[in-house]
């Protein structure tokens, strides 16, 4: 058995419940998944967002302290994350860019229908305006981590694949930077086709709903800081 078939047979599940747990809009006809099936799909899909950072935490928190960072205080967290999640939210609102709370990290999902072209890992002239207003609004709260992640369907080889999902993270996170976010700040990491959110594909939509770039946001707490030093 090779690695993508692997990779699918272990995601088969997750596409299981995706399909039993979706809705279609009876003006639209667009499919999407019920608010049920949210909680059931967070947990299995979502698991490796709530891991550790991209690099390790020790590391990522020198490393921001050394750029003048700070910490958000411990009592302050989470008013902190509504704040930059109440301006995602009004300042991404109709560009395609899903924010998602999970906890105190937000997420941010981006379609790759509409931020890359096929097999591309530049980022499309008409979303960067979307970018610029995250990229303001990360600027205005400084006091977060932030990954930037990257995929593919399952189209092609794996090591294909692999590599573009790369160069995709690597794009937002350099345009980002471009767009005042500290680079300190940032990490990025490629997933390939190994965490396929629609599955199985049967579609071109699906394929698109797989071809994206994803961005986890969280907290520089008072403890990360004791810890680094």
């Known amino acids: 058995m090779n690695s993508k078939t692997i990779k699918l047979a272990a995601l088969a599940g997750i596409g299981a419940l995706a399909l039993t747990g979706c809705v279609t809009d009876p003006e639209t006809g667009k499919q999407?998944?019920?608010?049920?099936?949210?909680?059931?799909?967070?947990?299995?899909?979502?698991?490796?967002?709530?891991?550790?950072?991209?690099?390790?935490?020790?590391?990522?928190?020198?490393?921001?302290?050394?750029?003048?960072?700070?910490?958000?205080?411990g009592a302050g967290v989470g008013y902190y994350m509504d704040q930059q999640e109440k301006k995602l939210r009004e300042r991404t609102a109709g560009t395609g860019i899903d924010v998602e709370r999970q906890g105190d990290q937000l997420v941010l999902n981006m379609p790759g229908d509409v931020t890359f072209d096929l097999n591309s890992?530049?980022?499309?002239?008409?979303?960067?305006?979307?970018?610029?207003?995250?990229?303001?609004?990360?600027?205005?709260?400084?006091?977060?981590?932030?990954?930037?992640?990257?995929?593919?369907?399952?189209?092609?080889?794996?090591?294909?694949?692999?590599?573009?999902?790369?160069?995709?993270?690597?794009?937002?996170?350099?345009?980002?930077?471009?767009?005042?976010?500290?680079?300190?700040?940032?990490?990025?990491?490629?997933?390939?086709?190994?965490?396929?959110?629609?599955?199985?594909e049967r579609s071109e939509a699906d394929y698109q709903c797989n071809r994206r770039v994803e961005i986890r946001i969280a907290p520089v707490t008072q403890n990360d800081v004791n810890n680094a030093r």
């Open 32 to 73: 999407t998944i019920s608010k049920a099936a949210i909680g059931g799909i967070g947990g299995a899909l979502g698991g490796y967002l709530l891991g550790d950072l991209v690099g390790g935490r020790h590391d990522r928190t020198e490393k921001i302290l050394g750029a003048g960072i700070g910490a958000v205080g």
């Open 121 to 200: 890992a530049v980022v499309k002239s008409q979303f960067r305006g979307a970018l610029d207003s995250v990229a303001s609004t990360l600027s205005e709260y400084p006091s977060t981590y932030i990954d930037v992640y990257g995929h593919t369907d399952s189209q092609g080889s794996d090591s294909y694949n692999q590599g573009l999902s790369e160069r995709r993270a690597a794009s937002v996170a350099d345009y980002l930077s471009s767009r005042g976010v500290n680079r300190a700040r940032m990490a990025t990491l490629g997933y390939g086709e190994s965490q396929l959110k629609c599955a199985p």
